[in-house]
């Protein structure tokens, strides 16, 4: 059988101020179509449907009518999704009862309630092209501080042990459904041990990235684990069938370099036939003047650089116009910066989203004064760091940060 992985789809997203919304659109629409053509059995959809946990009405709409044309163009497709530490987890579940009767199972998050009712939802048959059940999927959502088993101290540590023993729960189940000839699926939004993060763009989950998971988490007898949360596609531990899909589309401008795709996954059997690299046609590119990587330059050079940009063609759709980050290095502040930049950029394709001034009179190599993250680019925990460094010179103590990000969690649900 066949099935289809993404994840991090993040709808309702903006890249400083602008608006997603038409690339979502365009991404989706190609999914649609990449079901279709491909003849996908299952589309497993790894967490982060949304950016924000109360998204946009258009963010709902968009998500909805993705449903109902998945269901219309594609009858048989099964279809399972699972809740981000983005997502409401609440907002997700409170339609289960349409999604249902239309053959979609999300898993917002879990049930408080850890009885048989409860695992159910997590244990999802998916079927083949002949109808019949080819696979089961265990498919556990981002887990909170709140979701996991109390683990007494001497266990090691209490996250990373309360998370093994959720996804060991939810296996054992769906081990003792499957029947000879079934493959063992996984899913799950989470941080694991040796991958690579995009900082600007990835909020820290599970009391932190530093709580890495294990992939020893997932036993060998499991074929295909689809993993959602970190935006650059990669395998983890070297195995070939523990797999971040990444996100569709790059969400922060350090991403521009990401191979954003989907993967199509083959099964036979019990067995991991093949995994297949799709690429996502990116509808609007991201420009850096000068490249990453390349020596920085000063205003007079970034201004001629920028008027050698290709102009806008006639009739160019607005929001398939490239972004574009601007740095310049500067020996003192330059109150006229943004106009000369802009000046330099009128009758061009290309969209300023950002300008980042380096300075060179901090007494650093220049490699040395890279420009810090902006506020919006500062996750709470950045800035509880900060404060707390601000006030004590010991080390921030792991359990305090433990419990930081309980409270935000907290915040964080309550908000939504």
Not at 41 to 60: K, M, R
Not at 134 to 151: E, K, M
Not at 186 to 203: I, N, P, Q
Not at 254 to 264: D, I, M, N, P, R
Request: glycine share 8%; hydrophobic share 40%; net charge negative.
């Amino acid at each position: 059988m066949r099935l289809l992985h993404t994840s991090d789809w993040h709808l309702g997203h903006s890249l400083y101020d602008t608006s997603r919304e038409a690339e979502h659109a365009a991404f989706l629409a190609w999914l649609l179509d990449t079901l279709a053509a491909r003849e996908v059995d299952a589309l497993l959809v790894a967490g982060d449907i949304f950016d924000t946990s109360n998204p946009s009405a258009e963010a709902q709409a968009a998500w909805y009518e993705f449903v109902a044309q998945a269901r219309q163009r594609c009858p048989t497709l099964d279809v399972v999704v699972i809740g981000g530490n983005h997502d409401s987890a609440a907002r997700l579940d409170a339609p289960d009862p349409l999604l249902t009767a239309l053959g979609v199972r999300v898993v917002g998050g879990l049930t408080r309630s850890r009885d048989d009712r409860g695992l159910e939802r997590l244990l999802v048959p998916l079927h083949d092209a002949r109808g019949q059940v080819g696979a089961w999927v265990a498919a556990v959502p981002y887990l909170r501080p709140a979701d996991l088993p109390f683990l007494p101290e001497e266990v090691g540590d209490r996250l990373i042990e309360g998370v093994r023993a959720v996804y060991a729960e939810v296996l054992d189940g769906a081990r003792a459904r499957r029947e000879p000839g079934q493959a063992l699926v996984a899913m799950g939004h989470c941080y694991m041990v040796g991958t690579e993060l995009s900082e600007l763009s990835e909020r820290r989950i599970l009391g932190g990235n530093q709580h890495a998971l294990p992939v020893e988490l997932f036993p060998e007898d499991v074929a295909y684990v689809a993993l959602g949360h970190l935006h650059k596609a990669q395998r983890v531990g070297g195995r070939e069938g523990v797999r971040y899909s990444g996100s569709p589309l790059p969400l922060s401008l350090s991403e521009a370099s990401y191979v954003h795709q989907v993967l199509l996954v083959e099964l036979e059997g019990e067995r991991l036939a093949s995994v297949e690299s799709v690429r996502v046609p990116r509808q609007a590119e991201i420009l850096r003047v000068p490249e990453r990587g390349a020596p920085a330059m000063d205003l007079a050079s970034v201004v001629k650089a920028l008027q050698a940009l290709p102009p806008a063609e006639a009739g160019m759709v607005e929001w398939k116009r490239p972004y574009l980050e601007v740095c310049v290095e500067l020996p003192k502040p330059e109150p006229a910066l943004r106009r000369q930049v802009e000046a330099a950029l009128e009758g061009k394709a290309a969209r300023l989203v950002k300008i980042t001034p380096q300075y060179t009179g901090t007494g650093l190599v220049l490699a040395e004064s890279r420009p810090g993250p902006s506020l919006k680019e500062r996750t709470p925990e950045d800035v509880f760091r900060a404060r707390y460094a601000q006030d004590y010179s010991e080390p921030l103590a792991p359990a305090l940060l433990e419990a930081f990000h309980e409270l935000l969690t907290q915040v964080q649900e309550e908000a939504s």
